[in-house]
């Protein structure tokens, strides 16, 4: 079903009556991430009245599925207890521990108080522990695992005691009896291996793994390169502590890719359209203020060449020309870095070479513009122009710079362990914008 503004009017207008019936009729066939959605729609209050209406395993999958922030502000209306009985006793610990994420440290504490199972609270306490950033603060400690020892008929009896309490079944692990990782268990061999087989003799050995502070960014390219739908989680001496499911690592990816999104478009936080003009210009004006600058210093750089300017006018024609080709060539330059280093195909020890490459490229971008150029300037002007050689000659020189620029910076951020996605936005443009106009200036100034 469409969530659509009509449906959400329908709600809501049942919601102000009070017509629980009408309100559950309508959210009866839809999945969570559809009644998430129409909740991020909703006023608080208004989403804690459907969500009274909802089954414990149907509210904690929508709470999961609501946008962070829609569902930060719903949390703080509900008491520690509730949200620990009626949520995160239905759900899987790597999404709790997201949930727990949302709380402040004394709401925090409460909400673990209430849980009556010790054993998933002890497990959501370990995973707080992690950095939000790695592999052990994404993972989840619900898995099938067997002992390498087992015979086939008491590993499928444990396998069926244990997959009563999971909802999907990705890997059954295969771990010794210090519950190092071992392998991995094909079902395939439950069927076909002799009952009397033990499991470390059909097991998959040397599984993919990754260590619980691998980065996330990491474990996305790990899963992505090897087709894995779950990769499973080790600790400093090889205990198998939990997995990282294609779920979880989609959300990831997501929120990574809005990231690079914004800081390229020149915002330095995570904003939505939903947020407040506080926040909104908060995170627009830090770069609007640096670009504000980068403008007063052309202006400056321009302001020194008074007598070029009225000895030759038409020059001040080819001011945007030679900015925005600035701008534009070191923002595709970087953009294909930083594509390279998020996608690993490129590595930052692997710099000189890439800048000798990009040059190579450059050379090729600057001979065609510049003699496009030219030629314009001398059908216009004349051959003996100051403008006619100086504009081609200064664009050469942009471009090759740019080009450099691009690809310099982000590689250097790399190494740097700074994100390089910031070079594909204003900061390029506006570095290369104020060297552009030095470079045209200088040269106009050699040339006249």
């Not at 409460?110 to 199972?117: F, G, K, N, P, Y």
């Not at 000659?393 to 590689?411: D, E, N, R």
Request: aromatic share 6%.
């Amino acid at each position: 079903m469409e969530i659509n503004e009509e449906y959400i009017d329908r709600v809501k207008s049942f919601i102000e009556q009070k017509d629980a019936e009408n309100v559950k009729a309508l959210l009866i066939d839809l999945h969570p991430a559809d009644i998430a959605e129409l909740c991020n729609d909703l006023a608080p209050e208004e989403a804690r009245f459907v969500y009274r209406l909802l089954d414990n395993e149907t509210a904690a999958d929508v709470l999961v599925e609501m946008d962070e922030d829609v569902r930060k502000e719903f949390l703080e209306l509900l008491p520690s207890e509730t949200i620990a009985k009626r949520f995160v006793d239905y759900m899987d610990t790597d999404d709790a521990v997201d949930l727990m994420r949302d709380l402040d440290e004394e709401k925090k504490e409460e909400v673990l108080s209430h849980i009556e199972d010790i054993e998933q609270a002890g497990d959501i306490v370990d995973l707080l522990k992690y950095d939000e950033d790695t592999a052990g603060g994404l993972m989840g400690t619900e898995m099938v695992t067997v002992n390498e020892n087992w015979s086939m008929p008491e590993c499928l009896k444990e396998m069926r005691l244990q997959a009563e309490q999971l909802d999907e079944i990705y890997y059954v692990y295969v771990i010794d009896d210090d519950e190092r990782l071992q392998g991995v268990f094909p079902l395939k061999k439950m069927i076909t291996s002799p009952s009397v087989s033990k499991v470390k003799h059909v097991m998959r050995k040397d599984p993919i793994s990754v260590h619980v502070d691998t980065p996330t960014d990491e474990v996305v390219q790990i899963i992505e390169k090897y087709d894995l739908v779950a990769v499973p989680v080790v600790d400093s001496i090889g205990r198998l502590v939990g997995q990282i499911t294609v779920d979880d690592v989609m959300d990831e990816v997501r929120e990574q890719s809005e990231r690079d999104y914004q800081l390229a478009s020149g915002l330095s936080q995570d904003v939505e359209t939903d947020d407040n003009v506080m926040r909104q210009t908060s995170a627009r004006l830090p770069w609007l203020l640096i670009g504000m600058l980068g403008g007063i210093g052309n202006s400056m750089i321009l302001g020194n060449f008074d007598a070029t300017f009225a000895a030759h006018p038409e020059m001040a024609l080819y001011i945007p020309l030679i900015g925005g080709t600035g701008g534009n060539v070191g923002t595709q330059s970087s953009a294909i870095i930083v594509q390279g280093l998020a996608n690993s195909s490129l590595d930052a020890k692997d710099t000189f070479k890439q800048i000798a490459k990009e040059s190579v490229v450059a050379v090729i971008n600057a001979t065609i513009i510049s003699l496009l150029v030219y030629i314009y300037n001398f059908v216009r002007f004349g051959g003996t122009a100051t403008v006619t050689y100086s504009v081609s000659i200064s664009l050469f020189a942009v471009v090759m710079f740019a080009s450099i620029f691009g690809t310099l910076v982000p590689m250097t951020l790399e190494k740097l362990k700074v994100d390089p996605a910031i070079a594909t936005g204003p900061f390029i443009s506006i570095t290369n914008d104020i060297i552009g106009m030095m470079m045209y200036m200088g040269i106009t100034v050699l040339l006249a």
